[in-house]
């Protein structure tokens, strides 16, 4: 029996990995196809939506399949660039600044409605202290415990918990006034508050919103940070939390029309699985356009399914706000 070349091998697999090549390559356009149906709400919208969370999977797999199908011909070598486009396609992010009026230092953690122990949540604020803490899925078994361990870091809280995954809470340094709980269209609770940094009114929303496993959860998720945005006028807000949303989706697009900015990065924060290099970033801080970014990161492993994030706003101008 004739022996296969190893070339031949390698040449088959390259003609396999071509047409693997062309969902991957339509994954990683869908962020800005997006942009064409950002306001619409049907079904095709909505499966779209949902494959495009998944852009650094798309670029790691497109890596790899230029690198395969490079076997056949070189010049997939000359397409390998595209895997950056998961950079370029998100939506609008909060400008960055080097230097600034410090003003507020931001985090957003989904502590996991399993996780009873927060030992290691008040690690990281201890070691990485916050002005606000946005909450998600907070038990009351876990608001007990935080409360025993961080009152006197955070004096100042407001916890609406619930043995379900939608409890939900916010520390502060500072006092919280004007502190309502709200619900959204599908009930769903998310709190808003008012801090003051340099005498200036801040309003602050912890939100974590339906994962959008229906259409109509989508459509909810999107219309509240719609909502959010425009409810923020004049008014400098920051909102945090589990967003159960990507950079690259409709909620975000959204929320960046209207004026809420991502301050947080696109790194994946969920699940922790695997250090989350197949995870996707859907906790995030945004804020308006009163701020620049002046740093942000993922947190450690708390414990939950879910890394925290943290991140730095300073003011644009402060005369601006006064």
Avoid at 266 to 277: D, I, L, Y
Avoid at 297 to 316: E, K, M
């Amino acid at each position: 029996m004739t022996a296969v070349p190893a070339s031949s091998h390698r040449r088959r697999i390259a003609d396999h990995a071509r047409w693997l090549a062309l969902p991957c390559a339509f994954g990683l356009l869908l962020p800005l196809l997006g942009r064409l149906w950002s306001s619409s709400s049907n079904t095709a919208v909505w499966l779209l939506d949902l494959a495009t969370h998944w852009q650094l999977l798309y670029a790691l797999c497109w890596l790899l399949l230029c690198a395969i199908c490079a076997a056949r011909t070189w010049r997939w070598l000359l397409l390998a660039p595209l895997a950056l486009l998961p950079l370029f396609s998100t939506s609008m992010p909060l400008q960055r600044v080097d230097d600034g009026k410090p003003a507020l230092i931001v985090a957003a953690a989904n502590v996991n409605v399993g996780n009873r122990d927060p030992a290691r949540l008040v690690a990281w604020l201890r070691a990485q202290p916050a002005d606000v803490v946005m909450l998600s899925e907070l038990t009351p078994a876990y608001a007990d415990a935080l409360q025993r361990q961080l009152g006197d870091d955070y004096p100042h809280r407001e916890f609406a918990p619930d043995d379900s995954p939608f409890g939900i809470g916010v520390l502060s340094r500072t006092p919280l006034t004007a502190v309502e709980l709200h619900a959204s269209a599908d009930g769903i609770p998310f709190l808003t508050a008012m801090i003051t940094s340099g005498n200036v009114p801040i309003r602050v929303v912890a939100v974590h919103p339906m994962p959008p496993m229906a259409m109509y959860w989508q459509d909810e998720r999107d219309a509240l940070l719609r909502m959010l945005a425009r409810q923020a006028g004049r008014t400098p807000t920051v909102v945090a939390g589990d967003l159960n949303a990507t950079p690259w989706s409709t909620a975000m697009l959204g929320a960046a029309q209207n004026g809420l900015f991502r301050a947080t990065r696109s790194t994946p924060t969920w699940p922790v699985w695997g250090r989350g290099v197949f995870g996707i970033p859907i906790d995030h801080v945004l804020a308006t356009m009163h701020w620049r970014q002046a740093g942000s990161s993922r947190g450690p492993d708390i414990g939950s399914d879910h890394y925290p994030v943290r991140a730095t706003l300073v003011w644009l101008d402060y005369r601006d706000i006064e």
